[in-house]
């Protein structure tokens, strides 16, 4: 295709018109003109009160509408002589004669904006129809006669837009190229290049809700009209330009412009905010979950059902004391590292985390969505979570932390399950005795350990691995509880604990210790004497000459040859209240401050040498 020096196509050959078609325009072109201003001047003499004038420009206005009734009735084609010079335009005003701009060209100041108490019925109409939100848009208003766009612009103007013209379609697309407009008028017929072919390539770049357009055509010419709305014009109007009209339609597709703005905008926000709540829910809940809550009308309404679910809860052991010897930036980083690791685990295993509640951590397995497999892939990502600790801890080592213990617990019944709260702020969660029972059994949990109930075992079936089965009677509820250790999962998970290490050395010489016995969360007042027989850093067997049932949390402190107790408090929960042969019970460590750590590390080491 061949191009101009600029490298753009040259402009399609104007449309050959009719002759009587062009001197009706010629002939329309001053008569629309005579009317346009007449318009103004009418407004400007109701402002200023000059009544006498009124009845005057009303007469010239109708005049010159019967004689475009006349102009109207002239045919396409012409059988006479050639056609008659059209007669010549009206003086144009003041500026114009002057050699000013016309597209710069201002009523007196006075005049400009009238005041709204002094307007005539008529202004006051125009300016109620005008919509606060469409003032100051930029309108872009191309014609090739001067009079048009200077008669025309002025009228906007003076409404409270922003107007620039162009005297041709070239000039008209080159605008459109440098600057933003939010409408544009548009005349058809214009030499050159006329309206319908700036139409269409301003449709190549522009949608028709980015950039509306509203066509200036002449009353004969429907085929225009049809070509224009074809090729994507918002709307058009006729010659002679009623204002009104003008205006009303000018103010109805700038409506539309900026209505159709503002849905981008809120679906832009909108998409934003499902990005910020898919990132911070996803942290939570897994994808799917999100996006049922996300896309179901129902999804957040407040509210619960009753059904079966299996819950997951995960505390770390000591923290609390751990947590007294740090700074809070130390802490944090520790609580951070760990939740983290966990909360990801949970998701990857299709669980809603309900909450954290400090160190602890609450997962729902079976809500918002129900899996056949829900308690066995608590049960395996209980394990998994259990073999991440290695990781977190040795984080903790490389941050200057210490090495950090959870305990588990895994427990399937029927819940309350729904969204919890207010219609201001609620929650995704459960209620129901199942969760209790779920913090009973995490209560008797070591480090390194995870419970699971014997209605999990049942749900889940023979993919657990279970070791000891342990009964007990938990505060709170009538029967016993029966509860496994569990080692691992088979099946598509495949995942299993390591052997925990109760190798324990003899002491040589066994350590004196006194026992106090944990009843609730309250420290016993009464403390007994009883001995280490062997340990590691992280079990003993306790000879005591009182019985301790399976799971009674107890603190030691050493005592020395005085019988007086030595700085320091290590905490241990009884694994099994069976005694030995030696009398003695096994005692799990859950925390230990340092120095009696290190004064049991001593121990060892002292044994080991001696034995």
Avoid at 210 to 233: F, H, N, R, S, W
Avoid at 280 to 297: A, I, K, N, Q
Wanted: contains cysteine; charged residues 25%; negative net charge.
């Amino acid at each position: 295709m061949a191009r101009d020096e600029d490298g753009r196509p040259p402009a399609p050959e104007p449309a050959v018109r009719p002759p009587g078609a062009v001197l009706r325009h010629d002939l329309r072109t001053p008569l629309n003109q005579i009317i346009g201003y007449g318009e103004m001047l009418q407004e400007d003499a109701g402002v200023a009160g000059q009544e006498r004038l009124l009845a005057d420009l009303a007469r010239i206005a109708t005049a010159a509408r019967r004689m475009l009734a006349l102009i109207d009735r002239i045919p396409d084609e012409l059988s006479v002589g050639p056609a008659a010079a059209p007669p010549p335009a009206p003086a144009p005003p003041a500026a114009v004669r002057d050699g000013a701009s016309p597209v710069r060209a201002r009523r007196p100041a006075a005049a400009a904006v009238p005041a709204p108490e002094a307007a005539g019925p008529a202004t006051l109409v125009l300016r109620a129809a005008m919509s606060k939100d469409v003032r100051g848009s930029r309108l872009l208003v191309v014609d090739d006669n001067e009079l048009n766009r200077d008669m025309l612009s002025r009228r906007l103007e003076s409404r409270g837009y922003e107007v620039t013209t162009a005297e041709d379609g070239q000039k008209a697309l080159a605008l459109v190229s440098a600057e933003r407009f939010d409408l544009i008028l548009l005349d058809i017929m214009m030499p050159v290049l006329s309206g319908i072919d700036v139409l269409r390539a301003i449709r190549e770049r522009y949608s028709v809700a980015e950039l509306p357009v509203i066509m200036a055509t002449a009353k004969d010419q429907g085929t225009d009209v049809v070509e224009a709305l074809t090729l994507g014009a918002n709307d058009y109007v006729t010659k002679p330009l009623d204002f009104p009209v003008v205006l009303a339609r000018a103010e109805t597709q700038l409506s539309l412009k900026h209505a159709m703005e503002e849905i981008k905008r809120l679906a832009n926000r909108l998409e934003k905010s499902n990005r910020f709540i898919k990132h911070t829910f996803g942290r939570y809940l897994s994808e799917e979950v999100v996006d049922r809550l996300l896309e179901t009308p129902e999804g957040l309404r407040l509210g619960g059902e009753k059904r079966e679910v299996t819950l997951l809860m995960a505390d770390l052991r000591g923290f609390t004391a751990m947590a007294d010897r740090f700074t809070p930036e130390q802490v944090v980083r520790v609580l951070n590292n760990y939740l983290g690791t966990m909360a990801d685990l949970i998701v990857a295993h299709q669980g809603t985390i309900d909450e954290f509640i400090g160190d602890a951590i609450l997962a729902i397995f079976g809500a918002p969505e129900t899996r056949e497999d829900d308690a066995a892939r608590a049960c395996a990502c209980a394990v998994a979570m259990q073999l991440a600790m290695r990781d977190v801890s040795a984080f903790n080592r490389g941050e200057g932390l210490p090495d950090v213990h959870m305990g588990i617990a895994v427990n399937t019944g029927q819940v309350i399950v729904g969204n919890i709260g207010s219609q201001t702020r609620a929650k995704y969660g459960v209620v129901g005795t199942h969760v209790n029972l779920a913090g009973r059994i995490e209560g008797f949990t070591v480090g390194g350990q995870v419970l699971v109930s014997a209605s999990t075992v049942a749900k889940a079936g023979d993919v657990l691995e279970r070791g000891q089965r342990v009964t007990f009677q938990a505060k709170g509820f009538k029967e016993p509880i029966d509860v496994y250790d569990l080692l691992g999962v088979a099946g598509a998970w495949n995942v299993r604990l390591p052997p925990r290490d109760d190798q324990l050395e003899k002491l040589r010489p066994e350590l004196a210790v006194s026992v106090a016995v944990l009843e609730g969360k309250q420290m016993s007042d009464t403390t007994f004497p009883a001995t280490l027989l062997r340990a590691s850093t992280s079990a003993a067997l306790l000879r005591s000459p009182q019985p301790l049932p399976t799971f009674a949390n107890v603190r030691l402190r050493l005592t020395g040859a005085d019988g007086a107790a030595r700085p320091g408090d290590l905490y241990a929960k009884v694994a099994s209240a069976e005694p030995d042969a030696e009398g003695a019970v096994l005692v799990r460590f859950t925390s230990g401050d340092p120095e009696v750590m290190d004064a049991l590390r001593q121990a060892l080491a002292g044994s080991a040498a001696r034995s």
